[in-house]
């Protein structure tokens, strides 16, 4: 990558800040100006989310603790129709350690306080991303997160809450399966031939051994499952 088609992106870059602390705001501005960026602040939760969600932004920097909505209300709401960049800056570390938790789907977390610099530098790297993305026309991958759970579908890895665990491959199509089709109750005969070939040996107790395999892997408690529920009598129901 050069710096050239670096710069290029950048040029006409909008960038809104949520922030409600004028001090943390105009310094970001600032020194995100200086790089020939645009900038426009909020500093009210419900407008921040109004605004980030009525214009284009090619990137977002989001505080948490906001008068009206918090931050990880605001980044959930985005990510619901938006793709941009959200970078969450926070004041206290145990925020960030709850962000990675609940899987909300932010790109990047900066612990206040923070350098400018370190932030713009930041900014430029998830917009190059990003950019070299969409031009690539290679999707991204396609990733299904839920509460502290993130499957990524097209890399085949799974994380709980923020550490990767290892699946076998009937595991992992069994685990992105449910995942992919919450709320719905499937029994152990049509998991069983939604997973399995035709003509592989096993039978329904195959889908029962998997599934205690699985939620040894993404319960914090198997004998209290969080993710997938029991319908007994019926088969399995993966929680959204
Ligand atoms: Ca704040």
Known sequence: MSTLACGKVQVMSRILIIEDEDSIADLEKDYLELSDFEVVIENDGLKGLEVALK???????????????????ICRKIRESRNMPIIIVSARKDDIDKIRGLGLGADDYMTKPFSPS?????????????????????????????RGLKIDKTARRVWVNGEEKQFTTKEFDLLTFLASNPDRVFSKDEIFRNIWDMDSI????????HIKKIREKIEADSSNPQY????WGVGYRFRV
Not at 121 to 146: C, F, M, Q, T, W
Not at 228 to 231: L, Q, S
């Open 55 to 73: 214009e284009d932004w090619d990137l977002l920097i989001l505080d948490l603790m906001l008068p009206g909505i918090d931050g990880f209300e």
């Open 118 to 146: 370190e932030l713009v530098a930041r900014v430029k790297a998830h917009l190059s991303r990003y950019d070299r993305l969409v031009k690539s026309g290679i999707p991204e991958n396609d990733v299904v997160e839920i």
């Open 202 to 209: 096993g039978d329904i107790a195959t889908v029962t051994v």
């Open 228 to 231: 997938i529920e029991t319908i």
